[in-house]
Nanobody, 115 residues
Framework: QVQLVESGGGLVQAGGSLRLSCVAS????????MGWYRQAPGKQRELVAS???????NYADSVKGRFTISRENANNTVYLQMDSLKPEDTAVYYC?????????WGQGTRVTVSS
């Protein structure tokens, strides 16, 4: 079984930055392709960014140029650096495999951006 634990969320003013972390533990030998997802109040969960095992990245248009996904394979950790945050980035952020696997959803970390 694989566990994913997200951290780093919080309350930040518009224009600010946060760095989210996702640590994978359990029966994992090599960190696979991973993604950061988010779910805003009243909206469906959406993919924000993904990174392959060779560190190729893709971003949703809404965050392109502001967010950066990265990985640290030795520590089974994936990061999401979020800069120039906007109120519309307010959501609970989750990491998961890419494509996502339902049984791997964790508790997420809440990000609130005030205007």
């Amino acid at each position: 079984q694989v566990q994913l634990v997200e951290s780093g969320g919080g309350l930040v003013q518009a224009g600010g930055s946060l760095r989210l972390s996702c640590v994978a533990s359990g029966r994992i030998f090599t960190l696979p392709a991973m993604g950061w997802y988010r779910q805003a109040p009243g909206k469906q969960r959406e993919l924000v960014a993904s990174i392959t095992s060779s560190s190729s990245t893709n971003y949703a248009d809404s965050v392109k140029g502001r967010f950066t996904i990265s990985r640290e394979n030795a520590n089974n950790t994936v990061y999401l650096q979020m800069d120039s945050l906007k109120p519309e980035d307010t959501a609970v952020y989750y990491c998961n495999k890419f494509p996502m696997v339902d049984r791997y959803w964790g508790q997420g970390t809440r990000v609130t951006v005030s205007s």
